[in-house]
């Protein structure tokens, strides 16, 4: 099996940072991407940032400029920095693992969020 654990979500004021962890871990046969994901209340989850093994970066366009995802393949751990956060960016916050494992399946593996909460 495959597991993901996110963590750094938190309080923070606008304009302030935040930066979130993922790490990947367990049967990982080859690890191909990883990317982050929100989803604030009542609203669908979207997609807020992704970086392939390769090293490729997708953003959102609602963060570019703002947040920056990168990967330690040593440690097969992603991280997301945010800066200038705004309240817009309040959400529980997914780390996704799209990974081959032991069993040469490929799949999607989630972890189980971590809330991330903009206010003054």
């Known amino acids: 099996q495959v597991h993901v654990v996110e963590s750094g979500g938190a309080l923070a004021q606008p304009g302030g940072s935040l930066r979130l962890s993922c790490a990947a871990s367990g049967s990982i046969f080859q690890l191909y991407a990883m990317g982050w994901y929100r989803q604030a209340p009542g609203k669908q989850r979207q997609l807020v940032a992704k970086?392939?093994?390769?090293?490729?970066?997708t953003y959102d366009d609602s963060v570019k400029g703002r947040f920056t995802v990168s990967f330690d393949y040593a440690k097969n751990t992603a991280f997301l920095q945010m800066n200038s956060l705004q309240g817009d960016d309040t959400a529980v916050y997914y780390c996704?693992?799209?990974?081959?494992?032991?069993?040469?399946?490929?799949?999607?593996?989630w972890g189980q969020g971590t809330q991330v909460t903009v206010a003054s």
């Open positions: 996704n693992a799209d990974a081959t494992d032991d069993t040469y399946r490929r799949n999607d593996h």
């Open positions: 970086i392939t093994s390769g090293g490729l970066t």
